[in-house]
Nanobody
Framework: QVQLVESGGGLVQPGGSLRLSCAAS????????MNWYRQAPGNQRELVAT???????NYADSVKGRFTISRDIAKNTVYLQMNSLKPNDTAVYYC?????WGQGTLVTVSS
């Protein structure tokens, strides 16, 4: 069973950048569709970005042009580069594949 461990969250000022990482176990990582979700307080969890096994990507409208999802097969890791961050990007960010979720990492955008 695959396991996911996120890292890279923290406090950043509006307009700043962060890069989240999600380390995955398992030898078939390169074939997995990987997702980043986020959940802000009082809100439902929402899909932010997806990368398929063929490296196709898709983004929520709210993050297009600001966030980039990528993967490093050699490191079994998927990344979410977040630029031009806004206060409403504040949320717990979760890595997901299939029915497996990471523990989440908190991103706070505030001055």
């Amino acid at each position: 069973q695959v396991q996911l461990v996120e890292s890279g969250g923290g406090l950043v000022q509006p307009g700043g950048s962060l890069r989240l990482s999600c380390a995955a176990s398992g030898s078939r990582f390169r074939f997995y569709t990987m997702n980043w979700y986020r959940q802000a307080p009082g809100n439902q969890r929402e899909l932010v970005a997806t990368i398929t096994g063929g490296s196709s990507t898709n983004y929520a409208d709210s993050v297009k042009g600001r966030f980039t999802i990528s993967r490093d097969i050699a490191k079994n890791t998927v990344y979410l580069q977040m630029n031009s961050l806004k206060p409403n990007d504040t949320a717990v960010y979760y890595c997901n594949t299939g029915g497996t979720w990471g523990q989440g990492t908190l991103v706070t955008v505030s001055s």
